[in-house]
């Protein structure tokens, strides 16, 4: 059995290989420390059978670097084990294609069990969250022109590079700021339009006109 342990902090990489070496002696594990590493160490070795990612990573926005992962190896299933236990969290997740969602605080019982589970084929969540993850009415949202009028001039240049596919990066080097000042307007943008991933930013936006909301920010 391969594993890969996609966490960026290195301790705690450690001690879940100590757990799932427990359990599964036998198991040759993967470790990489970003969803790039993570997606190089994937394409290098086909023999891996499940993936078990944190949703908190540095340089990642919500489900990004899941939703990455899954477009591009869709046949490895994955396990979030994250620090997050919201209810939301974990129905986007597995919305998202997740195949199972641990969080952090659980026992390492609880996680070999996950692990068994999701290698079998099934869906996990640990008991207690499954039901309060069940699906529930969505709460209304604001139209969406009221939470773009929301944005700044600068969030709504950032969003609109958003909807062309750039990259932080990129989108950093055309307006001539850090990364870390993009990154801060990602996550503004995502707040104020209610949403919780990149691609649900296109999503929600891809009918808009951006030429009349960007002269109507100028005006």
């Not at 998202?96 to 019982?109: E, I, L, N, S, T």
Request: neutral net charge.
């Amino acid at each position: 059995m391969h594993l890969l342990i996609v966490d960026d902090h290195p301790l705690f990489r450690d001690a879940l290989a100590a757990t799932i070496r427990l359990a599964h002696p036998d198991a040759v594990l993967h470790e990489a420390d970003g969803i790039e590493a993570a997606c190089a160490v994937l394409a290098a070795n086909r023999s891996i059978d499940l993936t078990l990612l944190d949703l908190s990573m540095r340089g990642v926005t919500g489900f990004d670097g899941l939703i990455t992962i899954r477009a591009s190896f869709p046949r490895i299933p994955i396990l979030i084990v994250s620090g997050h236990e919201d209810p939301r969290i974990v129905r986007e997740a597995l919305q998202h294609g997740a195949a199972g969602f641990v969080p952090k605080a659980m026992d390492k019982a609880t996680l070999t069990r996950a692990i068994t589970e999701v290698m079998s084929g099934a869906l996990f969540l640990p008991p207690g969250l499954a039901e309060a993850s069940a699906p529930a009415p969505r709460s209304k949202k604001a139209p969406l022109p009221e939470r773009l009028a929301r944005l700044t001039p600068q969030q709504l240049r950032v969003l609109m590079m958003i909807r062309q596919g750039k990259l932080n990066k990129q989108i950093a080097h055309e307006l001539q700021v850090g990364d870390s000042t993009v990154k801060a307007h990602v996550s503004e943008i995502l707040r104020k339009l209610e949403v919780i991933s990149r691609t649900q930013i296109v999503i929600d936006t891809a009918s808009l006109d951006f030429d009349q909301i960007h002269n109507s920010h100028s005006a």
